[in-house]
């Protein structure tokens, strides 16, 4: 049993509440099991409890056994002397401050019904292949449980928010600035995503605004930050590009950036090279991209934009620099590189800059992501393994959102289908 199990059932009262008594048989009524302590302290704070007919109010502690008291050493700290509670699941030792401060002990074994240990016991075990309720899972999971999908991707939503309103704090409210390094990190994808952003924040974004009309002049300053050019009179174009970025280096006093994008165990289509060439041409179609990510409300004008999005002529038969290859072709974004740009920074963007003017746009949010299809990888599939069915993008980012934030930190408690599971 968990620490945490106990303080699930003491915050829901998932226990017998008639005829409560201590260990010394004091009479206990639970008014309010008051609010959970994430920082230094006892676990609950403002409960309300009335200990042989007369009401206190403060903190509780609980552990799993009463001896647990000493072996954190809570005797010798300040901020637990003045609990009025001290919840165990086993009572197997007398603490003397606590007599001495006639503090009761609850002891929670005979309250709790077996079943919801039983139950609880099931999905906190360390077997399984997957996730801990995978044996349970389609038992207790309904397509039709009201707004589970809304709910699982408007909480992913809220943590995309606090970083993004962390840039836009960094960055003095800058939207545009704020868009562009977001863009920078979905372009980066997994191996590149950090590589890219710092690159963006590395630079004054003023600049990008006076240069970004040019794609060229954009791109010479992506790659010549990065590092990636060098004088080559056998390449024109990145003998170009190297001039280019020097005169920009000159004007705009710039420092090349220390940090070089990575090409190891990634496809040619997803080299660096490409994407930086591609979000280039992106920043260049509109000089007021935030405006239009934040005023467009139906998908198909999203993916009209991203279709004209392409790397530059010269890497229709160019991965690298200087390496031709034979097979030339317009290097656009794929169908489900579009899908990611929309996913990961038109829709969080979107989301955190209502939240920032009091507005909600959840309702056209929602109704953009359900027109876009789910994603495909090893959990999606692990989870259709399961009976799930993925009807749109909002259900594969919302059981994305839940095995990374629940089933892999084993938060089963706090998982609406771990909490049926416990307690039906």
């Not at 509670?85 to 074994?109: A, F, G, M």
């Not at 360390?126 to 449980?145: A, G, T, V, W």
């Not at 290859?325 to 929309?342: G, P």
């Not at 799930?388 to 892999?408: E, G, I, P, R, T």
């Amino acid at each position: 049993m968990r620490e945490n199990f106990l303080h699930h059932i003491w915050q829901f009262k998932k226990f017998s509440l008639h005829s409560l008594k201590s260990v010394n048989g004091e009479k206990i009524e639970i008014l309010n099991t008051g609010n959970p302590n994430f920082d230094a302290g006892p676990d609950f704070s403002f409960c309300k409890i009335c200990i042989d007919g007369i009401l206190w109010t403060g903190n509780v502690e609980i552990h799993i056994k009463s001896s647990d008291w000493e072996k954190h050493n809570h005797s010798e700290n300040s901020n637990y002397q003045n609990i009025i509670l001290h919840v165990v699941y086993e009572y197997d030792k007398e603490i003397l401050l606590l007599k001495q401060k006639n503090i009761p002990t609850l002891e929670l074994k005979n309250y709790i019904s077996e079943e919801i240990i039983n139950h609880y016991q099931s999905i906190s075990c360390n077997h399984f292949r997957f996730i801990p309720c995978e044996n349970l899972f389609s038992s207790y999971y309904q397509k039709d449980m009201p707004g589970f999908a809304e709910k699982l991707y408007l909480e992913k939503l809220e943590a995309k928010c606090e970083k993004i309103m962390e840039l836009n704090r960094r960055l003095k409210g800058d939207w545009e600035s704020v868009l562009a390094c977001t863009l920078a990190y979905s372009f980066g994808l997994k191996i590149n995503a950090e590589i890219f952003e710092q690159l963006l924040l590395n630079l004054d974004y003023k600049i990008i605004r006076k240069i970004s009309q040019n794609p060229f002049s954009t791109e010479a300053l992506f790659f010549g930050q990065c590092d990636l050019l060098v004088e080559n009179q056998q390449d024109e174009y990145c003998s170009r590009l190297f001039k280019e970025y020097e005169y920009l280096k000159s004007k705009f006093n710039l420092e090349p950036f220390i940090l070089k994008p990575k090409f190891l165990r990634l496809r040619p289509a997803n080299f660096p090279t490409l994407r930086l060439s591609q979000f280039a041409h992106l920043l260049s179609l509109y000089q007021n991209l935030f405006s239009y990510i934040i005023g467009v409300k139906k998908l198909k004008d999203y993916e009209l934009l991203l279709e004209e999005v392409q790397a530059s002529e010269y890497w229709e038969n160019h991965y690298v620099f200087g390496k031709i290859n034979q097979k030339k072709s317009k290097k656009k974004l794929s169908s489900s590189q579009k899908n990611l740009l929309i996913l990961n920074t038109f829709l969080p963007v979107k989301f955190a800059y209502a939240q920032s003017i009091g507005k909600s746009m959840d309702e056209e949010i929602i109704e953009i992501i359900s027109q876009i299809p789910p994603e495909k990888n090893s959990v999606i599939e692990s989870f259709k393994d399961l009976s799930v069915k993925f009807c749109s993008a909002l259900d594969s980012q919302a059981f994305l959102h839940l095995y990374k934030n629940y089933c892999a930190e084993k938060r089963c408690l706090q998982c609406p289908i771990g909490y049926k599971i416990v307690h039906e």
